[in-house]
C-alpha cells in the first residue's frame, strides 16, 4: 500500500515498470475499462510541408467549431481520445491541451511524421539527416515534450504508401519509428492501407527487434482480403478498422469475420473522422458517434457478447497504446 501511495504521489515518470498512458495533461496508469476512440481528428491542414503555417489557424475558431461534436462523447462514456494528426498535417498540442482542459477527454498525440501522399507533407531535412538522428528527435519529443512544451506523445504516427517495396524515405520512418519505440515503449501507428504496405513495414521492424504488438496497422478496412488479417494477427500486430465515420457495412462485415475467425483481440476500430481545415471557409466536421449509434447496435444484433464489445472499445487500445518500457 505504501509503495502504491509513493506512486501515486510521485506520477508520471515513477511509473516506470508499470504500463501506463500518456496523454496531453499527463500520464495515467494502463485501465481497461475505459473507453477509447483510437484514430480521429481534431484539426488537419492538407496544405503540406512546404507552406504550412500554425500561424494561420485560430485555436479559439477550432475550439468553438470542434468542441460540440466532443462534448457529445460524454453521453457515451469516452475516456481516451487518439487524435491522430501528425506534424505538419496540423498536430497543434496546446490547442489539444486547451480541448482536454475545456472536455475532459484524455487527449493523446503523437511524435513521428507521415510520408503518404508522396511525401508532400515531409519537412526537406528528412532528406537529409540519418535514420538515427531522426529518431533522436522523437525520442527527444518523448523525454522533454513537443514544439517547445512540455506536452509529451503517447504513441509514434508514420504514414507511407502503399507499396512493396516501401519508398526509400518511407523506409526511413517506419526505421526511425523502431529505434523510437524501442528506446521509448512508444507504439507505433502507421498510416498504411492496403497489407501490401504491411509486410515490409512489419519485415524492418522484425529485423530491428521491435516486438509486433508496438504495431498498428492504419486503415486497414482498406484492404479487400480478409484473409490477410489473419496471417497479421498471427504476426502479433494491431489492425486498425477506423474508417467508421465515413462507413459502417465494410466493417461491420470484417467485424463478423474477426470474430469468426477468433481475432477479435487484435482489432481496433475508431472513425478517423472530425477535422477543422483551415483551407475551407464552411467548416464540415464529421461527428464521431456512429461506433455508438450505428456499429454497436449492429454488433451486439449479430450477436456480440458486451465482453467483446468491451475488447473492441477498452481492452483492445489500452493494451495497444500502453507504454511499457520507460528508463
Ligand atoms: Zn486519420
Same mark, same amino acid.
Given at each position: 500500500m505504501l509503495i502504491f501511495i509513493l +506512486?501515486?504521489?510521485? &506520477?508520471?515518470?515513477? @511509473?516506470? $515498470?508499470?504500463? @501506463?498512458?500518456?496523454?496531453? $495533461?499527463?500520464?495515467?496508469?494502463?485501465?481497461y475499462t475505459q473507453v477509447w476512440l483510437s484514430h480521429e481528428h481534431i484539426l488537419v491542414? =492538407?496544405?503540406?510541408?512546404?507552406?504550412?503555417?500554425?500561424?494561420?489557424?485560430?485555436?479559439?475558431?477550432i475550439i468553438s467549431e470542434v468542441s460540440p461534436y466532443l462534448d457529445e462523447l460524454a453521453s457515451y462514456r469516452v475516456n481516451y481520445f487518439v487524435d491522430a494528426t501528425p506534424a505538419y498535417l496540423g498536430k497543434d498540442v496546446l490547442l489539444l491541451q486547451k480541448l482536454a482542459d475545456k472536455t475532459g477527454l484524455r487527449i493523446i498525440t503523437n511524435t513521428g511524421l507521415y510520408g503518404a501522399r508522396k511525401n508532400k507533407f515531409v519537412p526537406h531535412y528528412v532528406r537529409e539527416i540519418s535514420v538515427e538522428d531522426l529518431a533522436e528527435k522523437w525520442i527527444n519529443e518523448f523525454k522533454n515534450g513537443i514544439d517547445g512544451t512540455s506536452i509529451k506523445p503517447g504513441f509514434i504516427k508514420i504514414g507511407v504508401d502503399t507499396a512493396d517495396p516501401l519508398d526509400t524515405l518511407h523506409q526511413k520512418l517506419v526505421k526511425a519509428a523502431a529505434?523510437?519505440?524501442?528506446?521509448?515503449? %512508444?507504439? /507505433?501507428?502507421?498510416?498504411?492501407?492496403?497489407? /501490401?504496405?504491411?509486410?515490409?513495414?512489419?519485415?524492418?521492424?522484425?529485423e530491428m527487434g521491435v516486438a509486433?504488438?508496438?504495431?498498428?496497422?492504419?486503415?486497414?478496412?482498406?484492404?479487400?482480403d480478409n484473409i490477410t488479417y489473419l496471417k497479421a494477427a498471427t504476426m502479433g500486430c494491431w489492425i486498425?478498422?477506423?474508417? +467508421?465515420?465515413?462507413?459502417?457495412?465494410?466493417? %461491420?462485415?470484417?467485424?463478423?469475420? !474477426?470474430?469468426?475467425?477468433g481475432i477479435l483481440d487484435r482489432i481496433?476500430?475508431?472513425?478517423? !473522422?472530425?477535422? @477543422?481545415?483551415?483551407?475551407?471557409?464552411?467548416?464540415? /466536421?464529421?461527428? @464521431?458517434?456512429n461506433i =455508438?449509434?450505428?456499429?454497436?447496435?449492429?454488433?451486439?444484433? $449479430? &450477436?456480440?457478447?458486451?465482453?467483446?464489445? !468491451? +475488447?473492441?472499445?477498452?481492452?483492445n487500445p489500452a493494451k495497444a497504446f500502453a507504454i511499457e518500457n520507460v528508463d
Amino acid at each position: 500500500m505504501l509503495i502504491f501511495i509513493l +506512486l501515486m504521489t510521485f &506520477g508520471g515518470a515513477i @511509473y516506470a $515498470q508499470q504500463p @501506463y498512458i500518456q496523454d496531453v $495533461q499527463g500520464s495515467h496508469q494502463v485501465d481497461y475499462t475505459q473507453v477509447w476512440l483510437s484514430h480521429e481528428h481534431i484539426l488537419v491542414d =492538407f496544405i503540406g510541408a512546404d507552406s504550412i503555417q500554425p500561424d494561420s489557424w485560430s485555436n479559439d475558431a477550432i475550439i468553438s467549431e470542434v468542441s460540440p461534436y466532443l462534448d457529445e462523447l460524454a453521453s457515451y462514456r469516452v475516456n481516451y481520445f487518439v487524435d491522430a494528426t501528425p506534424a505538419y498535417l496540423g498536430k497543434d498540442v496546446l490547442l489539444l491541451q486547451k480541448l482536454a482542459d475545456k472536455t475532459g477527454l484524455r487527449i493523446i498525440t503523437n511524435t513521428g511524421l507521415y510520408g503518404a501522399r508522396k511525401n508532400k507533407f515531409v519537412p526537406h531535412y528528412v532528406r537529409e539527416i540519418s535514420v538515427e538522428d531522426l529518431a533522436e528527435k522523437w525520442i527527444n519529443e518523448f523525454k522533454n515534450g513537443i514544439d517547445g512544451t512540455s506536452i509529451k506523445p503517447g504513441f509514434i504516427k508514420i504514414g507511407v504508401d502503399t507499396a512493396d517495396p516501401l519508398d526509400t524515405l518511407h523506409q526511413k520512418l517506419v526505421k526511425a519509428a523502431a529505434i523510437t519505440s524501442l528506446e521509448t515503449g %512508444l507504439t /507505433i501507428a502507421s498510416h498504411t492501407g492496403k497489407a /501490401i504496405g504491411l509486410w515490409p513495414q512489419l519485415k524492418i521492424l522484425k529485423e530491428m527487434g521491435v516486438a509486433l504488438n508496438s504495431f498498428i496497422w492504419v486503415h486497414a478496412q482498406s484492404e479487400d482480403d480478409n484473409i490477410t488479417y489473419l496471417k497479421a494477427a498471427t504476426m502479433g500486430c494491431w489492425i486498425s478498422l477506423d474508417g +467508421l465515420g465515413w462507413d459502417v457495412d465494410r466493417h %461491420l462485415k470484417k467485424l463478423l469475420f !474477426a470474430k469468426e475467425h477468433g481475432i477479435l483481440d487484435r482489432i481496433l476500430i475508431s472513425h478517423d !473522422a472530425g477535422w @477543422y481545415d483551415p483551407q475551407k471557409q464552411q467548416q464540415n /466536421i464529421t461527428p @464521431y458517434t456512429n461506433i =455508438f449509434t450505428k456499429l454497436l447496435p449492429e454488433l451486439r444484433a $449479430q &450477436g456480440f457478447t458486451e465482453q467483446e464489445v !468491451a +475488447l473492441l472499445l477498452s481492452v483492445n487500445p489500452a493494451k495497444a497504446f500502453a507504454i511499457e518500457n520507460v528508463d
